[in-house]
């Protein structure tokens, strides 16, 4: 399984057999000045429709079926779970809601949690249940920042964590960048490149921090 970070929440992630999911695709423009999407997959993940940095299905090519909302469901061989949250530490009355979305490819359990505001409850942690890669927001102001994202991932703790929505020389959103959260962690990988590689045997035995380059 090939994991790329297209830019802010934005991956796309292939199985070995090829199939394309593409999570939280953005309009580029109003502090998004990554390139433009322009890719295709057959599934297409969107954590809340409320914020068009997280929501342009259109840009997607290859008309990809879309799940988000609260939903467990099977799509093109590939089950969903997803798990009610908010975008702000406030039940949703600052910035709404968000979801949590959990899918496995290749027999690993990935992890995206979108817009995500606050701390897991006890009860979200145990129906996240085990958690191979974590794909997390740090940026804060409009998610979870450096500490209360550390916090999640020793909630969660996940094989792999892949930091998104911070601050880059593409993302002008008011947010921290990423060293804030890498502050102080044990198996920080900075990598010159956009995409990793995974097999479901060859995870590492200790939490890992991935940090990718954007693709676009």
């Avoid at 020389?169 to 995409?195: M, W």
């Avoid at 990793?196 to 991935?210: D, S």
Wanted: include cysteine; aromatic fraction near 6%.
């Amino acid at each position: 399984m090939n994991i790329k970070w297209l830019g802010h929440a934005s991956f796309m992630i292939t199985s070995d057999s090829g199939l394309k999911i593409i999570t939280d695709p953005y309009v580029t423009g109003g502090g998004i000045n990554y390139g433009d999407i322009k890719e295709s997959a057959d599934i297409v993940t969107v954590s809340h429709y409320q914020h068009d940095d997280h929501s342009n299905v259109s840009a997607v090519r290859g008309n990809p079926e879309v799940v988000s909302g609260a939903v467990t469901t099977e799509v093109k061989g590939i089950g969903f779970k997803s798990i009610p949250c908010y975008h702000d530490d406030a039940g949703g009355k600052l910035r709404g809601n968000n979801t949590i979305l959990c899918f496995e490819v290749d027999g690993i359990k990935i992890c995206h949690l979108g817009d995500l505001g606050h701390q897991l409850s006890a009860r979200q942690v145990a129906d996240l249940g085990r958690i191979d890669i974590l794909l997390i927001p740090v940026g804060g102001y409009y998610t979870i920042d450096a500490t209360v994202a550390t916090e999640v991932c020793n909630q969660l703790t996940p094989r792999v964590i892949i930091p998104m929505h911070y601050k880059t020389d593409k993302c002008a959103y008011p947010i921290a960048g990423v060293d804030e959260f890498l502050e102080g962690k044990k198996g920080v990988s900075r990598l010159d490149t956009s995409q990793v590689e995974f097999k479901p045997g060859e995870l590492p035995a200790n939490t890992q921090v991935i940090v990718l380059k954007p693709a676009l």
